[in-house]
Each structure stands twice: as structure tokens, then as C-alpha cells.
């Protein structure tokens, strides 16, 4: 047993590399990415530190040339997720009782292998799998994730310290535990730092985790894996199964020892957990930590003193960034009167410059979109304004899935700012812009307050600082993110902790103690040095 406390400073960014012509990170990312190519992966689900191959497999291709098959994955059933369960829980009393510091090491060990020998392997496998580019892979799958893991273990290393007050004659502690059962992680597409923190920020809390990532994110989820058991992560605690989500849904929420959730995706399907669990809230043995980040119906809101140029370039970046996948990504967009004309102007000029293609490709700015259901979706909502005499395509709108799911970037202009693509997520390469009178700036803030349902993220474009304040104010509760002359993604770990309220999630900000304490269960101990030996109080005496 150690005598001594631990304290793991915080740490720095892990800085993004350029991937510029002729620099070595750029020809080691592109080695990588045709070495993936020239091999098909068989990808097994891990389940008590065990490969798992049940023979029933899905195909993995890049959405942006689907005639290229990468490789295949392993689906399970009902009897994969029970494994799982049992696996886990089997694991869960050794790993609790772990040292922290013991568990730290390997997750700190694991940030190591990402940043020197698999950064490569992880953004190759996030841009085939996931149609990133270069830029977007570094800044997500290796920049991000290196951070999730650091800053995880410094700020659950800032929790543990925090001790309650002692008076003379009593010693008060407080111990944080891990959550007694399994916790649950469902895992998205978009962001395969989201996939590789909401297992490893749980199980660095000592949980022990059954993890359903994205079928379209398994190829660099299966990377994240390989990491992990090099990093000396122990059999069972975190089990990595691929099936129906329905299904996991019923056999896990089902289970007595069910004790958390940690989700990123819809809305819909959040929502229908939560029923699920409060459903089912007699069988647990204690209250499960429902902890998920949903949707976003992101906005840019420039003030008549905005500037032209940093308002177009908010909205190029901020909505046009991995083809508008990102829950954070711009998708409506409030101009004044005043600049809207060269606001749309410059923006226009601006995309017609994106490349659009192949990931293998650095030149493009643009790839595809992740699957033929997303494609199907969004072009759906592109037809449907083709033909709307209330609204205009003034950018893009074109698309093809002939090699790949592209669609062009696209900005649509309408005249009313409840129209249909103001309102609903779409999730892709879509934003729509509406113009207001610049004067009138109190009503549209209580327009872009009330439009939405969603409270993800939403930024303010202004030189007035008295419109920026007024703007900050009264949007207190429309995003959870809230960005002042910048575009409302790209929120970086340990500088913005992320996360949206109203239906865009319960705001327990990763990258953040918050998150931290929705895995830890605290018991609070105290000790009487010299405990009376006599029931009554002084009151009790007579005059």
C-alpha cells in the first residue's frame, strides 16, 4: 500500500500537426492510409479481453468510394451483450479496488501510443472510415482523444483532493467510489475522440464499461481497442461489442445492475432510453447516472457592426467542416440587412473554391457524408427547398452517391425564419440564412431563442460590445457553447468544455470534472477522535 499522494499537473494541448506538402507527418499519414487500403481488416468484438468472431459480419467501406471494401466487423445478439454484462461485472471488483494512480497509468500510457505510434493508424482509419480529412482526423481522433485521456486523469486527480473540513476532535474524509454495476456506452460517427472518452473517462473512475460504438465507426473504434490492451488495459474492463441498438437497449436497461449511460447521438433515441430506465427504475439496485449529449441546431447570429469577412469565413468553417457533421456545426444563420448582401457574397466566392472528394486527397476541403441514409436524408431537405417558392439555393445543391455519398455544400436563402431548415437538424453540408432588419436585433435574438428546441452551441458576430452583451444575456440558455466572433465549433478540451442543454442533452461537459463526477459515487466518513460516553446534553441540566 502507497504512503503518499499523488498529483498529476495539468497538462498542455497535444499540438496539431500541419500535414503541409513535404512535412514528415504528412507523407507518414498517407504511407498509413495505403497500407489500410491494401488490406481488408477482420474486426472481432472484444468481450473479457477475448476476440470475439461470430461469423456474421457487416462490410466497411469509405463513404467516399464505396466500390473499396476496407474490411468487415463481427456483429453479436442478445447472448454477445450478456457476455459483456458478466464480463464486466466480473472485472469490476478488482478494478475498483485498483489504486488510481495504477489506473491513471494506463490511460496516460495510452495518450503516449496515440500521440508517437498510432497517430497514424487512428487518423487513417477515422479518414477512411469516417470521410475526414486530414485536418479534421488530427484535430479529432489524435489531438482530441490524447487530451480527453491527460486531461481526464488531471482533473479526477483535482476531485480526489477535494476534502471536507475537519473540526477539533473529529477527522472528515470523503472517498470516491466507482458506481456499483456496469455502465453503459454508446458511442457516435462523428467523433472518434467522443467514442475513445466516454468509455475511458468512465473506466478511469474505476467503472467497468460495456462499449456499443456506431457500426460506421467501427473501423477506428477497433484501433482505439488495440490501444487500450497495449496500454495494459485489464480483461473485461471495457468490452467492446457490435449489435442492434434496440436490442442492447433491452437487454442492458434491463439488468439490475445497470448504473449508467453515457451517450452521444440522437435526441429520439436519448429520449427513448431515459423512458426505458425510468420504466425499469424498480429492477436497478441503485439510480443509473443518465449522462448524453444529443442534437444541435447550431446558429451564427451577426450584429449590424459584425465585420463581412469574419462573418462569411464563421460560417464557411462552421458549417461546411466535415460536410456539417459535427453536433456544433452552423446550420441557420441571422444576418443584418446592412451586410447581408456581401456577407453572402464573399461566402459564395468561398465555397466555390472547396474541393470536394477523396480523403486520400489533401487538397479537398470537402468529403462525403457517412452513409446512404444521411445521404437520402439531406437531399431530401435539398429537393424540398428546389421546389419551395419560399426558399432559394444560392450555394451548391447538387449532390451524387455514384462513387460516394457527396453533397455540395449548400446555403439556402428563405424568407421566413421559422422555415423548415431553420428549425429541424439536418446533420450535413446545409445552412440556411435568413436576413433581418438591422435594427430590429432584440427581436431576432428572441427569435434564435425560441426557433429551436436544441441548446447545443451559438455564436455572436459583432463589434458592438454592448450588442455582444446583450446578446450573451439573453441567449443564457439557447447554447451551452456560446462563441463571441467565432464560429460555433472546435471547442477544444481543458480551455471549452463541451455540451448543450434543453434537448440537446443533460450538459455534463466533457472534457470537464463535471463529466468526472457523474462517474464517481462519494461516501463521506467521520471519525470521533474522543466519542462522548454520557447521553445527555449540557441543556439538560438545571439552573
Given at each position: 500500500m502507497?504512503?503518499?499522494?499523488?498529483?498529476?499537473?495539468?497538462p498542455?494541448?497535444?499540438?496539431v500537426?500541419?500535414?503541409?506538402?513535404?512535412?514528415?507527418?504528412?507523407?507518414?499519414?498517407?504511407?498509413q492510409?495505403a497500407?489500410?487500403?491494401?488490406?481488408?481488416?477482420?474486426?472481432?468484438?472484444?468481450?473479457?479481453?477475448?476476440?470475439?468472431?461470430?461469423?456474421?459480419?457487416?462490410?466497411?467501406?469509405?463513404?467516399?468510394?464505396?466500390k473499396?471494401?476496407?474490411?468487415?466487423f463481427?456483429?453479436g445478439?442478445?447472448?454477445?451483450?450478456n457476455?459483456a454484462?458478466?464480463?464486466?461485472?466480473?472485472a469490476?471488483?478488482?478494478?475498483?479496488?485498483?489504486?488510481?494512480?495504477?489506473?491513471?497509468?494506463?490511460?496516460?500510457?495510452a495518450?503516449?501510443?496515440?500521440?508517437?505510434?498510432?497517430?497514424?493508424?487512428?487518423?487513417?482509419?477515422?479518414?477512411?472510415?469516417?470521410?475526414?480529412?486530414?485536418?479534421?482526423?488530427?484535430?479529432?481522433?489524435?489531438?482530441?482523444?490524447?487530451?480527453?485521456?491527460?486531461?481526464?486523469?488531471?482533473?479526477?486527480?483535482?476531485?480526489?483532493?477535494?476534502?471536507?473540513?475537519?473540526?477539533?476532535?473529529?477527522?472528515?474524509?470523503?472517498?470516491?467510489?466507482?458506481?456499483?454495476?456496469?455502465?453503459?456506452?454508446?458511442t457516435?460517427?462523428?467523433?472518434?475522440?467522443?467514442?475513445?472518452?466516454?468509455?475511458?473517462?468512465?473506466?478511469?473512475?474505476?467503472?467497468?464499461?460495456?462499449?456499443?460504438?456506431?457500426?460506421?465507426?467501427?473501423?477506428?473504434?477497433?484501433?482505439?481497442?488495440?490501444?487500450?490492451?497495449?496500454?495494459?488495459?485489464?480483461a473485461?474492463?471495457?468490452?467492446?461489442?457490435?449489435?442492434?441498438?434496440p436490442?442492447?437497449?433491452?437487454?442492458?436497461?434491463?439488468?439490475?445492475?445497470?448504473?449508467g449511460i453515457h451517450?452521444?447521438?440522437?435526441t429520439a433515441?436519448?429520449?427513448?432510453?431515459?423512458?426505458t430506465?425510468?420504466t425499469?427504475?424498480?429492477?436497478?439496485?441503485t439510480y443509473?447516472?443518465?449522462?448524453?449529449?444529443?442534437?444541435?441546431?447550431?446558429f451564427?447570429?451577426?450584429?449590424?457592426?459584425?465585420?463581412?469577412?469574419?462573418?462569411?469565413?464563421?460560417?464557411?468553417?462552421?458549417?461546411?467542416?466535415?460536410q456539417?457533421?459535427?453536433?456544433?456545426?452552423?446550420?441557420?444563420?441571422?444576418?443584418?440587412?446592412?451586410?447581408?448582401?456581401?456577407?453572402?457574397?464573399?461566402?459564395?466566392?468561398?465555397?466555390?473554391?472547396?474541393?470536394?472528394?477523396?480523403?486520400?486527397?489533401?487538397?479537398?476541403?470537402?468529403?462525403a457524408?457517412?452513409?446512404?441514409?444521411?445521404?437520402?436524408?439531406?437531399?431530401?431537405?435539398?429537393?424540398?427547398?428546389?421546389?419551395?417558392?419560399?426558399?432559394?439555393i444560392?450555394?451548391?445543391?447538387?449532390?451524387?452517391?455514384?462513387?460516394?455519398?457527396?453533397?455540395?455544400?449548400?446555403v439556402?436563402?428563405?424568407?421566413?425564419?421559422?422555415?423548415?431548415?431553420?428549425?429541424?437538424?439536418?446533420?450535413?453540408?446545409?445552412?440556411?440564412?435568413?436576413?433581418?432588419?438591422?435594427?430590429?436585433?432584440?427581436e431576432?435574438?428572441?427569435?434564435?431563442?425560441?426557433?429551436?428546441?436544441?441548446?447545443?452551441?451559438?455564436?455572436?458576430?459583432?463589434?458592438d460590445?454592448?450588442?455582444?452583451?446583450?446578446?450573451?444575456?439573453?441567449?443564457v440558455?439557447?447554447?451551452?457553447?456560446?462563441y463571441?466572433?467565432?464560429?460555433?465549433?472546435?471547442?477544444?478540451?481543458?480551455?471549452?468544455?463541451f455540451?448543450?442543454?434543453?434537448?440537446?442533452?443533460?450538459?455534463?461537459?466533457?472534457?470537464?470534472?463535471l463529466?468526472l463526477?457523474?462517474?464517481?459515487?462519494?461516501?463521506?466518513?467521520?471519525?470521533t477522535?474522543?466519542?462522548?460516553?454520557?447521553?445527555?446534553?449540557?441543556?439538560?441540566?438545571?439552573d
Amino acid at each position: 500500500m502507497h504512503n503518499a499522494y499523488f498529483h498529476f499537473a495539468a497538462p498542455v494541448n497535444e499540438p496539431v500537426y500541419s500535414y503541409a506538402p513535404g512535412s514528415p507527418e504528412r507523407v507518414a499519414l498517407k504511407k498509413q492510409l495505403a497500407a489500410f487500403k491494401a488490406q481488408e481488416a477482420d474486426i472481432p468484438m472484444y468481450i473479457g479481453g477475448k476476440e470475439v468472431r461470430t461469423g456474421k459480419t457487416q462490410e466497411l467501406r469509405p463513404p467516399h468510394e464505396i466500390k473499396h471494401k476496407l474490411g468487415q466487423f463481427h456483429t453479436g445478439d442478445a447472448t454477445h451483450i450478456n457476455d459483456a454484462i458478466t464480463a464486466a461485472l466480473q472485472a469490476r471488483a478488482q478494478w475498483a479496488d485498483t489504486p488510481w494512480e495504477q489506473r491513471a497509468g494506463i490511460f496516460l500510457k495510452a495518450a503516449e501510443l496515440i500521440a508517437t505510434k498510432y497517430r497514424y493508424h487512428l487518423n487513417a482509419a477515422t479518414m477512411l472510415g469516417q470521410s475526414k480529412n486530414a485536418y479534421q482526423a488530427e484535430i479529432d481522433s489524435a489531438c482530441e482523444l490524447i487530451d480527453f485521456l491527460r486531461f481526464n486523469v488531471h482533473y479526477l486527480s483535482e476531485i480526489y483532493n477535494q476534502q471536507p473540513y475537519s473540526p477539533q476532535g473529529i477527522h472528515n474524509r470523503l472517498e470516491y467510489r466507482p458506481l456499483e454495476g456496469f455502465v453503459l456506452a454508446v458511442t457516435p460517427f462523428n467523433f472518434t475522440a467522443i467514442a475513445g472518452n466516454l468509455p475511458t473517462s468512465a473506466a478511469l473512475c474505476g467503472n467497468v464499461v460495456v462499449w456499443k460504438p456506431a457500426d460506421t465507426q467501427v473501423y477506428a473504434a477497433n484501433v482505439i481497442m488495440k490501444v487500450l490492451i497495449e496500454a495494459g488495459l485489464p480483461a473485461g474492463v471495457i468490452n467492446l461489442i457490435y449489435t442492434d441498438g434496440p436490442l442492447l437497449g433491452d437487454v442492458a436497461f434491463s439488468h439490475p445492475d445497470f448504473a449508467g449511460i453515457h451517450f452521444t447521438g440522437s435526441t429520439a433515441v436519448f429520449q427513448q432510453m431515459w423512458k426505458t430506465i425510468g420504466t425499469n427504475i424498480s429492477k436497478y439496485k441503485t439510480y443509473p447516472r443518465i449522462v448524453g449529449e444529443t442534437g444541435g441546431k447550431d446558429f451564427v447570429l451577426a450584429h449590424k457592426s459584425a465585420d463581412v469577412d469574419v462573418t462569411a469565413i464563421a460560417l464557411a468553417r462552421g458549417a461546411f467542416e466535415y460536410q456539417g457533421q459535427k453536433c456544433s456545426a452552423a446550420s441557420r444563420a441571422y444576418l443584418p440587412s446592412n451586410i447581408a448582401d456581401a456577407v453572402k457574397a464573399k461566402l459564395v466566392a468561398e465555397l466555390a473554391t472547396m474541393k470536394m472528394g477523396t480523403t486520400e486527397d489533401f487538397s479537398n476541403f470537402i468529403n462525403a457524408v457517412i452513409d446512404e441514409r444521411s445521404f437520402n436524408k439531406i437531399t431530401n431537405y435539398i429537393e424540398n427547398a428546389k421546389k419551395d417558392p419560399k426558399a432559394k439555393i444560392i450555394a451548391g445543391g447538387t449532390y451524387s452517391k455514384a462513387e460516394g455519398y457527396f453533397i455540395a455544400p449548400t446555403v439556402i436563402e428563405v424568407t421566413d425564419p421559422h422555415y423548415v431548415t431553420m428549425c429541424e437538424e439536418i446533420f450535413g453540408p446545409v445552412l440556411t440564412i435568413y436576413t433581418y432588419d438591422a435594427e430590429k436585433f432584440e427581436e431576432i435574438i428572441a427569435t434564435v431563442d425560441s426557433t429551436s428546441s436544441y441548446a447545443l452551441t451559438g455564436s455572436i458576430i459583432a463589434q458592438d460590445r454592448y450588442a455582444i452583451d446583450l446578446a450573451t444575456k439573453k441567449l443564457v440558455n439557447s447554447a451551452g457553447n456560446f462563441y463571441i466572433n467565432d464560429k460555433p465549433t472546435g471547442a477544444v478540451v481543458g480551455q471549452q468544455p463541451f455540451g448543450g442543454a434543453r434537448a440537446s442533452g443533460t450538459n455534463d461537459k466533457a472534457g470537464s470534472m463535471l463529466n468526472l463526477y457523474r462517474w464517481l459515487s462519494a461516501r463521506t466518513i467521520k471519525e470521533t477522535l474522543v466519542p462522548p460516553t454520557d447521553y445527555r446534553y449540557p441543556f439538560l441540566k438545571e439552573d
